[in-house]
């Protein structure tokens, strides 16, 4: 049995649903951001098309998407009164229901628009929340691999289970599944570095629009000091409340 069939409707909704229009315009602009794919499935559940988010307008909430290379999938969307879209954003399941499309002109190009949904669902891996790291002067992390080497990247984003790293190309020596035992970063705002051992989780090429291919590395934590998840959630909690100030 999954873990949702467990739950009942109120679980469910208070564990994992995003509400509110400022918190799924943020959540969705990150989406965008790193043109995440979704699949929209429609018409009862009978079509279906691959699409990426865009750009996100919580002003005016409107979500815009790609429109699918088919012209007739296309027609056929549009006449569609209810749209489910699914993701896995950093291997997140993400879901949500939107009512019906217009076609747009975005960027220059045919796009979609849609009403922001009302809800979101957001089925977390081990239910942890990952938030996207600031990318001026983020928080750049140290470690020493196995045969010495320092590993000194930028972070992408953290949670409190692990801290995905960007690299302009996969560092020497570094592979899935490799344990790290010497691990630090520090946190704003605060004296002490937090220091860890870490397993290395993945290691992912990214095509940015600009046609840039960073690579992502995830790290999961291990043996972190029994304040570390506090400290880190505080963290999270105060970039969260600052984004959603600026929305």
């Known amino acids: ?13 208070d564990r994992f649903h995003v509400v509110g229009t400022l918190p799924i315009a943020f959540m969705l602009t990150g989406f965008a951001r790193e043109r995440d794919s979704f699949s929209v499935q429609f018409g009862g559940g009978q079509d279906m098309f691959l699409t990426t988010l865009l750009s996100v307008e919580p002003h005016s909430g409107v979500l815009i998407f790609d429109c699918s290379g088919s012209e007739e999938t296309n027609r056929k969307f549009l006449a569609s009164e209810r749209n489910v879209f699914v993701g896995r954003p950093a291997g997140i399941h993400v879901q949500f229901v939107t009512g019906p499309a217009r076609e747009i002109k975005f960027e220059g190009g045919k796009a979609f628009s849609v009403a922001l949904p009302k809800r979101l669902l957001r089925l977390q891996r081990r ?80 095509e ?40």
């Not at 942890?128 to 045969?147: A, D, K, M, N, S």
């Not at 397993?199 to 990214?206: E, G, K, L, P």
């Not at 046609?211 to 291990?222: K, S, T, V």
């Open 208 to 247: 940015s629009r600009a046609g840039i291919r960073p690579w992502r590395i995830g790290l999961q934590f291990a043996d972190l000091p029994g304040n570390a998840g506090n400290r880190i959630q505080r963290y999270i909690a105060r970039l969260e409340r600052e984004r959603h100030e600026l929305i």
């Open 1 to 13: 049995m999954s873990q949702i069939a467990q739950l009942s409707e109120a679980e469910i909704e």
């Open 127 to 206: 239910e942890y929340f990952r938030i996207e790291t600031p990318h001026v002067r983020p928080l750049q992390f140290f470690g020493r691999l196995p045969g010495g080497a320092l590993l000194n990247l930028p972070a992408h984003d953290i949670s409190v289970a692990g801290i995905g790293l960007t690299a302009p190309t996969p560092p020497d020596g570094l592979e899935v599944g490799m344990a790290l035992e010497s691990c630090r970063f520090s946190l704003p705002e605060e004296e002490q570095d937090l220091f860890f051992k870490a397993s290395v989780r993945h290691i992912t090429a990214r």
